[in-house]
């Protein structure tokens, strides 16, 4: 079996940039609330909790220390420009999969750190046993759907008036997911070393 442990912290190139990707923390909570402050409210209604809230960002750290998600932490010269999670629920009857969250601050975007955050993602979700990873965005997010699907996510679901925004505006939400055995067993397949989505 193909090993798919990474280790961090870790350098990629993303455009002209050198972004530094190391797993979050409890410790990473200040750079986190700035980070989120930074971003457009648009950017967040698919996150099914209000990360403004200091109580939602209290309750994603715990979860950080007790493992019920894994994040990485992004980063441009100390900056934080982009961070994820993977949620799961151990004792639910879904415990195969994980809820994937990726969020890149608006300067990042274009270079290919989306994509390089969900291929670190997709190696996480294989260290952690995960069978299917889901992720879910606003339609009105288009750019993003086509990176997700770009790396074999699909469509399973279209949620109608699914999400209301803070000023009461609806939001239809799309659902996608991706079978981590199946994409694993393609690139074993090819004899790719590096495994990712």
Known sequence: MTDTSRSYPRRIACGDSQI?????TSADRDAFVAFIASLPDEDLVFVPRDL???KVVDAWMR????GDV???VARDGGTMVGCTAIATDPLGWSRHVGELRVLVAPAGRGKGLGRA?????FAQALERGLKKLVAQMTTQQPAAIAVFEELSFRAE???HNHVID???GM????LLSHDVDEVAARHAMYGLGDVTA
């Open 166 to 168: 803070r000023d009461g």
């Open 171 to 174: 939001h239809d939400l799309v």
């Open 20 to 24: 530094d990707i190391a797993r979050m």
């Open 70 to 72: 894994v994040s990485l």
């Open 63 to 66: 979860a950080l220390d007790r």
């Open 117 to 121: 955050l969900i291929q670190e993602c």
């Open 157 to 159: 679901a279209l949620l």
């Open 52 to 54: 403004r809230h200091p």
